[in-house]
């Protein structure tokens, strides 16, 4: 089955800090690739996402995210990050053009003033 | 901008009693979906729509059903709560054509005692 991991569960980092979560899927053939945030006691928003073209996408707020196809990997990146970064990151892959996402585990952010 | 509004943003029921979660999405999205979200489990897809009166069971349907009679609405019941349903529920909704990007409402807290 597809599948999606996100490696680090809890990330602290003080502001300033460069960013990077990592996400790998488990699917051979083509994808679309998301990730999203969850800022406390928010909804979920997308952040990015890849279907085609470049894999270097950036997104809102400075973040940026690179489609690696031979590593099945879609790594988040923020060079600087601010307190108001805080929230949580879910990184989701739709692999069979059918809708449906399957997201991974979420990694928590705190960033410190 | 699209909409997806939840009947209620937290909700205390009691054990075995039937539940219903209301979901409705503004933009003419075919696609609706019901997640719940756990603490280090990510969100968990619980049923999906592809259209209306359609339904598929996604990867944790046990305890639950849904009902979607119109395009926008797309309900999850509970019918017979127990305390392991306690969790935020995530609606979400998408169009019929790539990429698939989704589209949450706040969420429901749902708590069973």
């Known amino acids: 089955a597809q599948s999606v991991s996100q490696h680090n569960h809890h990330v602290i980092l003080s502001e300033a800090a460069s960013l990077e979560l990592g996400c790998n899927y488990s699917?051979?053939?083509?994808?679309?690739l998301f990730w999203y945030v969850q800022y406390p006691g928010q909804h979920l928003q997308l952040l990015l996402k890849?279907?085609?073209?470049?894999?270097l996408v950036k997104g809102i707020k400075g973040f940026e995210a690179e489609f690696i196809k031979s590593k099945f990997s879609f790594n988040l990146r923020k060079p600087s990050v601010q307190w108001s970064d805080t929230a949580e990151y879910f990184c989701a892959v739709n692999v069979n053009q059918g809708g449906k996402l399957i997201f991974g585990q979420g990694t928590e952010l705190s960033v410190k003033p | 901008d699209v909409k997806v509004t939840q009947s209620s943003r937290y909700l205390v029921k009691r054990t075995g009693e039937k539940v219903f979660l209301e979901c409705v999405q503004d933009m003419d999205h075919e696609n609706m979906f019901w997640y719940r979200q756990d603490p280090g489990l990510g969100l968990r897809l619980i049923y999906f729509?592809?259209?209306?009166?359609?339904?598929e069971k996604g990867d944790i349907p046990e305890g639950y059903s849904v009902s979607r009679e119109k395009k926008e609405r797309f309900s999850l019941i509970l019918e017979s709560a127990s305390t392991n349903q306690t969790s935020m529920y995530l609606c979400?909704?998408?169009?019929?054509?790539?990429?698939?990007?989704?589209?949450f409402g706040p969420g429901t807290r749902l708590t069973v005692t």
């Open positions: 890849y279907f085609s073209g470049d894999p």
């Open positions: 979400a909704s998408s169009d019929s054509s790539g990429p698939y990007e989704q589209y």
């Open positions: 699917y051979g053939g083509t994808v679309n």
């Open positions: 729509s592809y259209d209306v009166k359609m339904k």
